[in-house]
């Protein structure tokens, strides 16, 4: 469910919206390998304007059009400003990626580049301010992510355990650690960013990469003997797919910098109940 | 979508808003015929109070459990009260009830009573007041009503068209009439009501009927040849079934009284943008 105030701002352009909202539905099913179908969507809106709504649908059909993902039903309502979707995939069965299967000895594998949506954010927040050109080129990256739907597809039987990073990846990976029994150890200097982000401060570097959120890349663990397979899945997905670090027995997540030195970042996941 | 001051009152007690907003959801299904199967659930909350969040899931999953329909997952974060369900269930292929098949000739026929939620709510508005025992009757039909859910699936190849009432009858009807392409002729005096409400005002009585809503009872048309079927799984359910009119070639619901004379009522239906 996303609540305007809260998962977005409440003049963002409806078309973007309309995408976003799909999007990271839609990133869900990637992060489980599955293959979109179907979706409904319910929505609260203040008043019924036909050019907003007209948008809306115009952004959110367009990406749902290029995955195969029929709108199946939902309702319209009047209330504060708010979507909430239900999305339909299917995945073989046993083929799911889950939570819950990572493994030790498993590598950590980040698709794309982490922190520019965070990096974006902070220039809307005002919390610093990037020059027009790199401004406009994050900026998507907030606006309108990409699920990986192909890569989370091609990852069946190949990957262990994934997510879609979603509240920060040391939140999101979290998850898994908890949830498989296991630990880690995360090299914060290979996390891959873009070059924009990479001329940023070390310290907001860091802070967009493992806390940003929103970016909706796949975080995925994987035998060592998958990496070839994965190198490849990347290659032909032209997407970026980056080892970050290793699934340890022991509990807890260590992150070290390229020197393996422990990393003095201290920070935290996105807080649904946060105050906004 | 359900938001808080629009669906239902702010203050409203938790255990029935759980109730009801499932209820709703599940008789979408029985006006299809459908098993329940599974439910996912959003919730925006302003803040997050366990003994709120206890009360709320109580009365969900007391109704799920009864019909065998299990929460398989959503996501809750901070907002504007508001509850976003999506329900699933089964029906056989070509057995789901529909809106656009209604047949001229066909009998109108009515589930249980109609009008002691719309009385209920107005007593509750101010509208009038309702002696205490009276009031006491009638409440749960708007706090808690029951999903028609073993009727629906009884009615799968014995009805035509089906829906279930939740904006009044009037416009409800409407729906079936538009899709169908064929009109009504509907008897008002024939509507079922309970006592209750039978020992108000005419025109209460009208209202509360014909435009009342929310009462989430069945609407359905079947060929003059089922009359003894239909009575035959009421009376296997306990539950009262009431013919009320015809389906006629010609467009348009004529309303009329007992005498065949048109009937006075100009009414409307709930309007889910209208100001509150």
Redesign the interface.
Known sequence: ?L?S???FFPDVAPRSLGHKALAVNLSDLAAMGAEPRAF?L???LP??QAAWLSELAAGMLELADAHGCELIGG??????L?L?L?VFGDVPVHKALRRDAARPGDDIWISGTLGDARLALGDFRGEWLLPEPDFSQVRPRMDTPTPRIALGMALRGVAHAALDISDGLVGDLGHILERSQVGALLDVDALPRSTVLASQPEARQLECTLAGGDDYELCFTAPVGERDRIAAIGARLGLAVTRVGAITPEAGLRLVDREGNPSAYHGTSFD???S?
């Open positions: 469910m609540v105030g809260r998962h409904t319910a929505l609260a008043d019924a309702d319209t309502t009047r209330g504060p708010t909430s239900t649904h109940f946060a906004p």
